[in-house]
């Protein structure tokens, strides 16, 4: 129980181009759902928190005009990185909150790797 | 300012013996712990959990304590497999002014179980 999805698991993509990454919870409703990116040897950075039907909440120094995020349905949230640039390669990890389980432990996707050239 | 911290960035067992993975932090208003274990390429996976009125969960051959008074808590993975070779993040949660419960994570501790 508690499968959480990410698609696409990895994308390469030009300088300037947008891209739409996908976290579904599979089994589970998540009324919160979380983004990271990690850098190579990096922890986790928690980007932004998405929140079904409303406005996600972003970190001190995320873009949000950069970092477009969508909590649309209980199991469907999605980043899309407008405008993309090379810097902003990265890892990037979708997590929910399963209410069922406790409000605390986060279920995470495996990730999507993304390369800007 | 690393509210969590993991001072060692690798550790090496061998198979069958303990395995000791530490974390501190500094936050006390954290009362939610966490670990997860991490493959290259892959989400973080839960192991266990424990709450800050707790100083011992346990799961299996996972163990974890947690000393308040030190702003220290441990996995204890015995015995250890070579499978269990993997990143090990520690996660401290706490009510951050709103319903949103966050994860601050430690940088992690590799761990390499040998044959």
């Known amino acids: 129980g508690a499968v959480v999805s990410q698609h696409p698991s990895w994308v390469i993509c030009k300088s300037g181009t947008s891209v739409k990454i996908e976290c579904r919870s599979l089994d589970f409703q998540a009324t919160t759902m979380f983004w990271y990116r990690q850098f190579p040897k990096q922890s986790l950075m928690l980007m932004a928190t998405s929140n079904e039907g409303s406005k996600a909440t972003y970190e001190q120094g995320v873009e949000k005009d950069k970092f477009l995020i969508n909590h649309a349905s209980l199991t469907l949230s999605t980043l899309t990185v407008t405008s993309a640039h090379p810097e902003d390669s990265s890892f990037y990890i979708c997590?929910?909150?399963?209410?069922?389980?406790?409000?605390?432990?986060?279920?995470f996707g495996p990730g999507t790797r993304l390369l800007v050239l | 300012d690393q509210q969590v911290k993991q001072n060692s960035p690798s550790l090496s067992v061998q198979e069958g013996r303990i395995s000791i993975l530490n974390c501190d932090y500094t936050?006390?208003?954290?009362?939610?712990f966490l670990w997860y274990k991490k493959y290259p390429a892959e989400g973080p996976t839960f192991l266990i959990s424990i709450s800050s009125i707790k100083d011992k969960n346990e799961d299996g051959r996972f163990t974890v304590f947690l000393n308040k008074s030190a702003k220290h808590l441990s996995l204890h993975i015995v015995p250890s497999q070579p499978g269990d070779s993997a990143v090990y993040f520690c996660a401290a949660s706490g009510r951050s002014g709103g319903s949103n419960y966050k994860l601050t994570f430690g940088k992690g501790t590799l761990l390499t179980v040998n044959p």
């Open positions: 936050n006390s208003m954290f009362d939610y």
């Open positions: 997590s929910a909150r399963d209410p069922a389980r406790g409000k605390e432990t986060q279920y």
